[in-house]
Every structure is written in C-alpha cells, then in structure tokens.
C-alpha cells in the first residue's frame, strides 16, 4: 500500500493528520482490506480513497501443493512485469510469507531458474511489502488455521543489490503501527553480493537473521556456477562471517544446495568442514543442507542415500547441519524455481 499517496491525498482534502493513523491500523492491524469497510472515517473519505489501491499489483494465478502446506501467488506488476511470492505453514503452526526483491535476478547462478532468466528491475520497497499485506489478507479471507509469523527474503532477487528499498520494507515490516513483526522473524538470504551494504544492514537490525547461499566451499567452483564468487570469494565470506558473529553473536544459516556430482563428493564435503572450521565461532553455525529443486536446467539431485552420508559426515562431527525438506516442488515454489512466469 502506498501510504505517502495516502497521506497525499489526506491533506489535499484538509483531512486530519489523525485519519492516517486510522486508516493505517484499519489495514495493517485490523486486517480490513477495503477503505469502504473502515468503521470510523467519514463517507467523504472514503469516497477519495475509493480509486487508491490497497496493493500496488495484481494476483494472476493461484497455485497449491499436493500437501496444501505451500501456497505460490503470481504476481502482475503496474508494469506488467511478472513476480511471484510463496506461503509455507511453518512447523509452529504458523505461516511464513516468503517475499521477492526483484523482478528476475542479476546474479545469474547456474543452477537457479530465476537468475537464468535475467534481470528485469528492483521492487519498490512497497512493492516487497505489499507481498506480505497479501498473504495476510489471504490467511484472513481464506480463514486458514493459524497467523503469518515469519517473513523470509528468500523470492526472486538479491535483497543487498537492491538494498535501499529492501532496508526500507525492513523497517515497514518492523514498524509497530504497521506490520509490527519481530526482528527475529525476519531473515534474509542472500548470495553475498555487497559487503558494505551488509554491514550497514545489520548495524541497522542486528536481529534479523541472515542466511548465506554457500553452497560451494570451493573457490573455483563456486566461481563457476555462482558468478558473484569471482567479486566476492570464500576468503571475504569467512572474514565477513568471523566479523559479524563477534559483533552481534547471532547464528548464521550456511545454506548448501545438494547437485549431484558437482559438489556433493567427499573432497567437497572436506572442504566445507574446512571452511566451517575457519570459523572461529562455529557453534554459530548451522548448515542446511537443501536436495535440488528440478528447473529447466540439467542438474539433478544427489541421490538420497549420499545426501544423508553428506549430512552423517558432518554430524559425526558435531556440526551442527539440517537436511531441509523442500516445500512446493511441485508448483515450483520450491528453493530456486521462482521464474516469474504463469505455469501452463
């Protein structure tokens, strides 16, 4: 919702300042979704708000796991640019909204269906926080069993590449006037794109919770399939990880995506048990461990037995290390297929 239009609009009509507080609580807190709807704004207010949208796009198509714990809405832009949003049930019995940045992604890492389709260009910070609104509404109007808890920028896009408005749909999400959702909620993901926006990110919320898309812990391979690698190599990840855990002694999340014979090997297992030990705190860490999501590309997943011999590896030595269960294959809202594109 694009509050600086309403609030426009509200002193053109010499309205006073505290109807936009009203009408601010009616949607983000009271989950009334239509202006019309609003119990205590005049009619003629109402009447100048009737042709200001409440989201900044339009819902194209619906789609629903097999389980029904994963729901994937695309999206249609003012623009006519496509993106596309997913809600998990979370194993607390609530649901977790997972959000885009972009539309498409710049980094263009191999495996990943959304960088393979280019970049088309950063959301507005309203734009990212309209995808929350949404699912709010749609827990509400759909009287699903549970409350959105949880927001993860784990859509389509690198949060850090564009880092203004994400930082802006951070602090809008954790506005207690407006979405008031914990820090610790939050987490975002990313392929380690710009250092200094990274710092200056969690000076700001050194609570939100980071996750890094590792999944090599070789140069030269991650180089490979990861572009990004050759600005920023496993050297600036570790000092940065070593850096950022004794500041704010917070877990990191290393996320690790299973490719069968690409980097699923002992060797590769060996060198990610070196990467972690070059961690100084790394009882911070924790390891998911992510099988491939099929997209159009020629990767296939590590064969389920290596997967829980990779995971074995690293518990019996006391890593701490998840195997994550994908949610939403089958609609591609899974790790990795977001494309922006209407399933046929």
């Known amino acids: 919702m694009n509050i600086k239009n309403i609030e426009k609009k509200l002193t053109e009509s010499n309205q006073p300042k505290y109807r936009l507080v009203q009408i601010l609580k009616a949607v983000f807190q009271d989950n009334v979704f239509d202006f019309d709807k609003i119990v205590n704004i005049p009619k003629d207010l109402k009447e100048i708000l009737k042709d200001e949208p409440i989201f900044c796009f339009t819902p194209i198509e619906n789609l629903e796991s097999k389980n029904f714990n994963t729901k994937k809405m695309v999206l249609k832009l003012e623009d006519s640019n ?3 949003t997913v809600l998990i049930k979370n194993s607390k019995g609530g649901y977790t909204a997972c959000v885009s940045s972009q539309a498409g992604c710049p980094l263009n890492c191999a495996f990943c269906a959304t960088g393979q389709n280019g970049f088309i260009r950063n959301l507005s910070s309203e734009e990212i926080t309209d995808q929350v609104l949404f699912w709010k509404k749609f827990i509400n109007e759909n009287k699903l069993n ?11 896009g690198e949060p850090f590449l564009n880092y203004e408005n994400f930082k802006k749909s951070v602090k809008c999400l954790t506005d207690i006037n407006l979405f008031n959702i914990s820090d610790r909620a939050i987490s975002v993901s990313t392929s380690f794109s710009n250092i200094e926006n ?3 990110f969690f000076n700001t919320f050194p609570q939100v919770n980071l996750a890094i898309s590792l999944h090599f812990a070789n140069d030269q391979k991650r180089s490979t399939y990861m572009p990004i690698n050759r600005e920023y190599g496993i050297d600036s990840i570790i000092d940065f990880i070593n850096k950022h855990l004794e500041k704010y002694n917070r877990k990191i999340l290393l996320e690790y995506l299973m490719l069968k014979g690409i980097n699923d090997s002992e060797r590769d297992a060996e060198e ?3 990467f972690i030990n070059a961690i100084e705190k790394n009882y911070l860490l924790h ?5 491939y999501n099929s997209t159009y590309k020629n990767f296939k997943t590590t064969d389920f037995k290596d997967i829980i011999d990779f995971e074995n590896y690293f518990k019996d030595k006391g890593v701490n290390i998840t195997l994550r269960k994908s949610s939403g294959e089958d609609i591609d809202a899974a790790c990795g297929q977001l494309a922006g594109k209407i399933k046929k």
């Open 146 to 156: 549970g409350t959105l808890t949880n927001i993860v920028y784990m859509g389509m």
């Open 82 to 84: 496509i993106i596309e």
């Open 287 to 291: 390891i998911n461990i992510i099988p």
């Open 198 to 200: 990274m710092k200056d």
């Open 272 to 274: 990610l048990m070196g």
